[in-house]
């Protein structure tokens, strides 16, 4: 069984004395750094100089210094750049300030695990991930609730590295839902397979099949966007609420019977042993490989790719679909 933390289990005092250095005022370091200064904590920030977010830390009221400066001055430096800038920005402006008995955290294991950041062997090295994007995570908070997250230690110099994890996780706002223990292995590893399966690349290419397997039919692209993108976000709500046999006793006995018949067609036996090659790609570091090199090139191909689908007709039928809705401006 999954060890989950709560309140009770996680103790700020840990965090007494200590200044947290959150590198990069984004997504989740515009959340994290508020939640965290909430809570009561010290709370810095260090970015890139005169960028946007820059200015606004400084609106929001935060000392903020250049990203060595700040990692000089943390005793917590939590790194909260894009995994494809971790690397580079940690070589040239945090490794210096590792000195002996710090902490070095992550909301995102990805650079520990593949090696591409080697912390010095005399800090401590954790991670505390929300599972949520960070704008959910800053309102769940001001509404006195918060997010589920995952939490793990990947080097403990001081024998305090876990108390360290879980007084910032209370000081966010997870240990309200539950923090559930977990290795940088695991929470990478399940992460990366998850993106590419299901959440991003496999729930989007079913889409599109599926909607060209229509207008290619001859049916009309809007009623094709409406069944097969428009109604998914029912059907995911009704799963996130109720679990996936929730969802299954919501829709009709038609739905139901031509799904359960009919699903296994489409991700069958081929399916999953494709997945089980993605699964080994991510293991073994190729996937990971694949992506430096990527950022290496300054995402070339990916930003082909992002070119070619902004182009697909199910992009121009939705544009126009919100629009008509009220959903988009």
């Known amino acids: ?21 959150i590198i990069g005022y984004g997504n989740q370091g515009h ?28 609106a929001d009221g935060f000392d903020v210094f250049e990203i060595a400066e700040a990692a000089k ?32 955290c992550f909301s995102h294991g990805f ?30 908070y001001q509404q006195g609730s918060g997010v589920p997250g995952l939490l793990a230690v990947a080097q403990d110099y001081t024998g305090l590295a876990k108390q360290v994890a879980l007084a910032l996780a209370k000081g966010i706002g997870l240990t309200r839902i539950g923090v559930v ?7 990478v590893e ?34 094709a966007y409406f069944e097969c993108l428009n109604e998914l976000k029912l059907i995911v709500d ?21 799904g359960r018949t009919r699903g296994k067609w489409v991700i069958d036996e081929r399916a999953r042993e494709v997945m089980k090659k993605i699964l080994a790609d991510v293991q073994s570091g190729a996937f990971a490989k694949e992506w430096a090199e990527e950022s290496q090139h300054e995402i070339q191909n990916l930003k082909r790719m992002r070119e070619a689908a902004r182009e697909h007709l199910i992009e121009r039928v939705g544009q126009e679909l919100r629009k008509w809705a009220g959903i988009e401006k």
């Open 190 to 223: 399940t992460d990366l397979f998850g993106e590419q399966v299901v959440l991003v690349g496999g729930v989007s290419e079913l889409i599109k099949a599926g909607f060209e397997t229509l207008v290619d039919a001859g049916y009309q692209p809007e009623i």
């Open 31 to 58: 959340a994290q750094a508020n939640n965290l200064r909430d809570s009561g904590c010290e709370v810095i920030v260090g970015n890139v100089r005169g960028d946007r977010y820059w200015g606004q830390a400084l």
């Open 73 to 104: 001055r943390g005793d917590i430096v939590h790194v909260l750049i894009p995994d494809e800038y971790q690397a580079q920005v940690y070589r040239e402006q945090i490794s210096h300030a590792m000195t002996r008995g710090k902490t070095l």
């Open 111 to 140: 650079n520990i695990h593949f090696k591409q950041i080697v912390p010095p062997r005399d800090v401590d090295v954790i991670m505390i991930a929300p599972k949520a994007p960070g704008a959910i995570l800053r309102r769940m």
């Open 181 to 187: 223990e977990t290795t940088f292995r695991e929470e």
């Open 238 to 258: 009704l799963i996130y609420e109720r679990g996936i046999e929730g969802m299954m006793a919501a829709v009709s006995n038609t739905a139901e019977y031509g």
């Open 1 to 21: 069984m999954a060890k989950i933390y709560y309140e009770k289990d996680a103790d700020l005092g840990a965090l007494r004395g200590k200044t947290t250095a």
